[in-house]
């Protein structure tokens, strides 16, 4: 539908003749730390981003999903944001990750203190990043699917979705929807006034650094 988001098109369409699983991974609470002098990442940052790469290609990784919390403590103020070099791509260099879609994001309380349009626009011109918001909104009434692309959305025609969905092929047959919650939203954070283009402070909650 016109206005709405276009979807990320480089998801895969169909499983390896010899996958024999859908294996993906999920990361929450992933953001560094938010001090330059440690370039803006943690040890366990590196170690994971790490431990991935060298998993990805064994364990014939799809994807991961990366479900908020992606830059302590205060988000980012824009696409050209240095965390995005520094907390993302410092950490997840590794060339078996390095595929068009292959990290599939959502936002946490701490994104929200900072610019979510930003997280989108970002991933519109970087492969392996895929940040589908603001939100998809409904078209004919609540969660109904876009015309055009494969989110489901929750807006109720005034508010953005709080939630997409995709599909991805199973081996032997069959589909499964992966449905990417924003919980920020569905439990009423961020306050009044906060959303995906809010600035600094707008956000509410605290998580534990990843």
């Excluded at 370039?39 to 366990?44: I, Y």
């Excluded at 994807?63 to 240095?82: Q, R």
């Excluded at 626009?121 to 699917?145: H, V």
Aim: aromatic fraction near 10%; hydrophobic fraction near 35%; glycine fraction near 16%.
């Amino acid at each position: 539908a016109a206005g709405e988001p276009a979807a990320c098109e480089q998801w895969a369409a169909s499983a390896p003749a010899a996958e024999p699983s859908l294996t993906f991974f999920a990361l929450g609470s992933w953001g560094g730390s938010p001090d330059p002098a440690k370039h803006f990442r943690t040890p366990a940052l590196d170690h994971i981003g790490a431990a991935l790469g060298a998993a990805a290609r064994p364990a014939r990784a799809r994807f991961s999903l990366l479900l908020g919390g992606n830059f302590y403590d205060d988000g980012v103020s824009s696409a050209e944001d240095p965390r995005f070099e520094s907390t993302f791509e410092g950490a997840f260099s590794h060339p078996a990750l390095q595929r068009a879609d292959f990290f599939r994001l959502t936002a946490g309380p701490v994104d929200y203190r900072g610019n979510l349009t930003a997280q989108a626009a970002y991933g519109r011109a970087r492969l392996p990043w895929c940040f589908p918001g603001p939100y998809p909104r409904a078209t004919d009434g609540p969660y109904s699917r876009a015309a055009d692309g494969p989110y489901l959305s929750g807006g109720n025609g005034t508010d953005p979705g709080a939630y997409y969905s995709f599909r991805e092929a199973l081996p032997g047959g069959g589909v499964a929807e992966v449905v990417v919650l924003d919980t920020t939203q569905l439990v009423g954070c961020p306050p009044p006034g906060a959303g995906p283009g809010a600035g600094p402070g707008a956000g509410a909650g605290a998580e534990g650094p990843g």
